[in-house]
T-cell receptor, first 113, second 112 residues
Framework: GAVVSQHPSRVICKSGTSVKIECRSLDFQATTMFWYRQFPKQSLMLMAT?????????EQGVEKDKFLINHASLTLSTLTVTSAHPEDSSFYIC?????????FGPGTRLLVL | GEDVEQSLFLSVREGDSSVINCTYTDSSSTYLYWYKQEPGAGLQLLTY?????DMKQDQRLTVLLNKKDKHLSLRIADTQTGDSAIYFC????????????FGTGTRLQVTL
């Protein structure tokens, strides 16, 4: 149990375009989901907390207008990277919370050319 | 703010035991976790321990917690090549809606 999926697993886009990443909890309902960013050989950096039915809470230094989060249902949260630039290239990982434990998705590798 | 530190790299021979260490600063931590990340993948929850416990064993994994020294360790018995990965410790507090602070990660290399 407690499986989280992400789609797509890998995406390449042109600079200036927007990219949407989906995070789904497959076998549980997640009122809370988290979005992380991970640079090569580094730890996870929390970007925002996504709460179903309410606005996301962003960490300091994360632009909410650039990284749009929508938690439309108890099993789906989306992260949209708007007007992507090469510096947004990274590995994005989401997690869903079940009984106060985070279960992670497999990650999405974004490359902005 | 909270700080979680780990050594960057550990190399062990197949069949030996591995011990990965972690130190944290938040004395109010309620849960402490160990996650495993294989190349290009997300994080897999290995085990966790409540702050009122000293030890937890789960098959080849043993977690030791020294709350006084704020030191957490993960011991992997009979380490296999499939254990090669990055291991993250993380601490959380029930008062912060399951938010976690992750360590820097330890890369475990298992050699033949």
């Amino acid at each position: 149990g407690a499986v989280v999926s992400q789609h797509p697993s890998r995406v390449i886009c042109k600079s200036g375009t927007s990219v949407k990443i989906e995070c789904r909890s497959l076998d549980f309902q997640a009122t809370t989901m988290f979005w992380y960013r991970q640079f090569p050989k580094q730890s996870l950096m929390l970007m925002a907390t996504s709460n179903e039915g309410s606005k996301a809470t962003y960490e300091q230094g994360v632009e909410k207008d650039k990284f749009l989060i929508n938690h439309a249902s108890l099993t789906l949260s989306t992260l949209t990277v708007t007007s992507a630039h090469p510096e947004d290239s990274s590995f994005y990982i989401c997690s869903g919370v079940l009984q106060e434990t985070q279960y992670f998705g497999p990650g999405t590798r974004l490359l902005v050319l | 703010g909270e700080d979680v530190e780990q050594s960057l790299f550990l190399s062990v021979r197949e069949g030996d035991s591995s011990v990965i260490n972690c130190t944290y600063t938040d004395s109010s931590s309620t849960y402490l976790y160990w996650y495993k990340q294989e190349p290009g993948a997300g994080l897999q929850l290995l085990t966790y321990i409540f702050s009122n416990m000293d030890m937890k064993q789960d098959q080849r994994l043993t977690v030791l917690l020294n709350k006084k020294d704020k030191h957490l360790s993960l011991r992997i018995a009979d380490t296999q090549t499939g254990d090669s990965a990055i291991y993250f410790c993380a601490e959380g507090n029930t008062g912060t809606a399951s938010k976690l602070t992750f360590g820097t990660g330890t890369r475990l290399q298992v050699t033949l």
